[in-house]
């Protein structure tokens, strides 16, 4: 069953914005670390922002100020605000919720919490 769906990336021209979304209704685990991860094409998987439980949120120091995360009042979505765009920020992005070990925002895995599917960002120069 799909917990975590990830909705909102497209094509857009460089200095761009999207906003990506991820519905977490389905998700029933504790919620203690939430976020955003992109994989480029040939690249590692890299974490871009996370929120923990008092709603502190941390970015990627490629992304800090362009990138906001943020979620709705009954935190069953969250939302990646990408403005600025750049060609770099081209991949594809996954929405993460508790994939965190111990601390949020430190080390991650992909075998741990839940993960979705993937929305594609592509952003031309």
């Known amino acids: 069953q799909v917990q975590l769906e990830e909705s909102g990336g497209g094509s857009v021209q460089a200095g761009g914005a999207l906003r990506l979304s991820c519905s977490t209704s389905a998700y029933t685990g504790r919620r203690d670390c939430m976020g955003w991860f992109r994989q480029a094409p040939g690249k590692a998987r890299e974490p871009v922002s996370h929120i923990d439980s008092d709603g502190r949120t941390t970015y990627a120091e490629a992304v800090k100020g362009r990138f906001t995360l943020s979620q709705d009042n009954a935190k069953n979505t969250l939302f990646l605000q990408m403005n600025s765009l750049r060609p770099e920020d081209t991949a594809m992005y996954y929405c993460?919720?508790?994939?965190?070990?111990?601390?949020?925002?430190?080390?991650?895995?992909?075998?741990?919490?839940?993960w979705g599917q993937g929305t594609q960002v592509t952003v031309s120069s």
């Open positions: 993460a919720a508790d994939s965190w070990v111990g601390e949020c925002g430190g080390t991650w895995s992909r075998s741990l919490g839940s």
